[in-house]
């Protein structure tokens, strides 16, 4: 009897095992989902020291227009709508920048915080007008596929989210590091005075930037769309990745993508080891915690400043 006993506690701990192995994945590819809209987030502020509320908007936006080019009357396929509508959102970041966030310098902070969350509004309309408010599905070459091994099963969406920010931060890396765009802006972030005297046209990178966030928006809501539904309230998810970008470190971009990944594995073993509504005060909770003990984020850098 007593082996008996153990034998159904070891496949017992077996299925606890997988179960978390699983949760860490999917923990994983949501965390990855809002590190990239964090990514926006603190890229907008280094470049302008503009806090853009509407980011998590931009993502609802960008997964749209991949739904609309690859659906309906145009009906691209997949990998030649997907490029399409990066392209497209980098150019409305860049526009947006030139035609609306340009006139608010010298404004306050709080005025231009107004006019982004009325931005986000905006977008959620136009968005709900075009194609509707009801829940709808892009279609992915990961959709409804699964791998398994040793008894867990995961869903190739989860798999492709991982690989596919994995790839993305080591192209963001060489790009600030190697390419002259890439050095040009963050000389621009950390100082734009020095980098104008030095011939940096600071306008242009700035409207660059937003380019920039646009596209990894768009990445971030092709990526969330492969694994479930999108309507025009997904870009509320942008309030979430703030927080990620608050605990890993506003000024910091790995810090950002960081704090995605811890927000993205508190939620679903909060889900599963806590009480009904844990996994969604979680993060917040978390933020608190990460305010009060390191108020700059877990993974900022803090430099003195000469004046």
Same mark, same amino acid.
């Given at each position: 009897?007593?082996? &008996?006993?153990?034998?159904?506690?070891?496949?017992?701990?077996?299925?606890?095992? *997988?179960?978390?192995?699983?949760?860490?994945?999917?923990?994983?590819?949501?965390?990855?989902?809002?590190?990239?809209?964090?990514?926006?987030?603190?890229?907008?502020?280094?470049?302008?020291? %503009?806090?853009?509320?509407?980011?998590?908007?931009?993502?609802?936006?960008?997964?749209?227009?991949? !739904?609309?080019?690859?659906?309906?009357?145009?009906?691209?396929?997949?990998? #030649?709508?997907?490029?399409? #509508?990066?392209?497209?959102?980098?150019?409305?970041?860049?526009?947006?920048?030139?035609?609306?966030?340009?006139?608010?310098?010298?404004?306050?902070?709080?005025?231009?915080?107004?006019?982004?969350?009325?931005?986000?509004?905006?977008?959620?309309?136009?968005? &709900?007008?075009?194609?509707?408010?009801?829940?709808?599905?892009?279609?992915?070459?990961?959709?409804?596929?699964?791998?398994?091994?040793?008894?867990?099963?995961?869903?190739?969406?989860?798999?492709?989210?991982?690989?596919?920010?994995?790839?993305?931060?080591?192209?963001?890396?060489?790009?600030?590091?190697?390419?002259?765009? &890439?050095?040009?802006? %963050?000389?621009?972030?950390?100082? %734009? !005075?020095?980098?104008?005297?030095?011939?940096?046209?600071?306008?242009?990178?700035?409207?660059?930037?937003? #380019? !920039?966030?646009?596209?990894?928006?768009?990445?971030?809501?092709?990526?969330?769309?492969?694994?479930?539904?999108?309507?025009?309230?997904?870009?509320?998810?942008?309030?979430?990745?703030?927080? #990620?970008? *608050?605990?890993?470190?506003?000024?910091?971009?790995?810090?950002?993508?960081?704090?995605?990944?811890? *927000?993205?594995?508190?939620?679903?073993?909060?889900?599963?080891?806590?009480?009904?509504?844990?996994? %969604?005060?979680?993060?917040?909770?978390?933020? !608190?915690? *990460?305010?009060?003990?390191?108020?700059?984020?877990?993974?900022?850098?803090?430099?003195?400043?000469?004046?």
């Amino acid at each position: 009897m007593a082996i &008996g006993a153990g034998g159904i506690s070891k496949a017992g701990q077996r299925e606890n095992g *997988v179960s978390n192995v699983q949760l860490l994945v999917s923990g994983l590819a949501n965390g990855c989902v809002y590190g990239l809209v964090a990514l926006g987030f603190v890229l907008i502020y280094k470049a302008t020291e %503009q806090v853009n509320f509407a980011q998590g908007d931009l993502m609802m936006l960008g997964a749209f227009i991949a !739904l609309g080019l690859t659906s309906g009357d145009i009906n691209l396929p997949f990998w #030649a709508g997907v490029p399409l #509508a990066l392209g497209i959102m980098g150019a409305f970041g860049y526009a947006l920048d030139r035609a609306l966030l340009r006139r608010m310098v010298g404004q306050s902070q709080i005025a231009v915080v107004i006019l982004t969350i009325a931005l986000g509004f905006v977008l959620r309309f136009a968005a &709900g007008a075009i194609w509707g408010h009801e829940p709808q599905t892009l279609a992915t070459p990961m959709a409804g596929r699964h791998v398994g091994f040793y008894g867990v099963v995961l869903g190739v969406d989860q798999i492709a989210i991982i690989v596919v920010t994995l790839i993305l931060t080591l192209v963001l890396y060489l790009f600030f590091s190697r390419t002259k765009l &890439g050095v040009a802006m %963050q000389a621009a972030s950390q100082n %734009q !005075l020095a980098a104008s005297y030095v011939g940096i046209p600071v306008k242009r990178i700035q409207s660059l930037t937003w #380019a !920039l966030a646009g596209i990894l928006a768009a990445i971030a809501g092709v990526l969330f769309a492969s694994k479930g539904s999108i309507d025009p309230s997904m870009g509320l998810l942008g309030i979430k990745a703030f927080a #990620a970008a *608050v605990i890993g470190g506003f000024g910091s971009l790995p810090g950002a993508l960081m704090g995605g990944l811890v *927000v993205g594995l508190i939620e679903p073993f909060a889900s599963r080891y806590g009480e009904p509504g844990y996994a %969604q005060i979680a993060p917040y909770a978390v933020l !608190l915690l *990460v305010l009060i003990a390191r108020p700059h984020g877990l993974f900022a850098q803090v430099h003195a400043k000469k004046v």
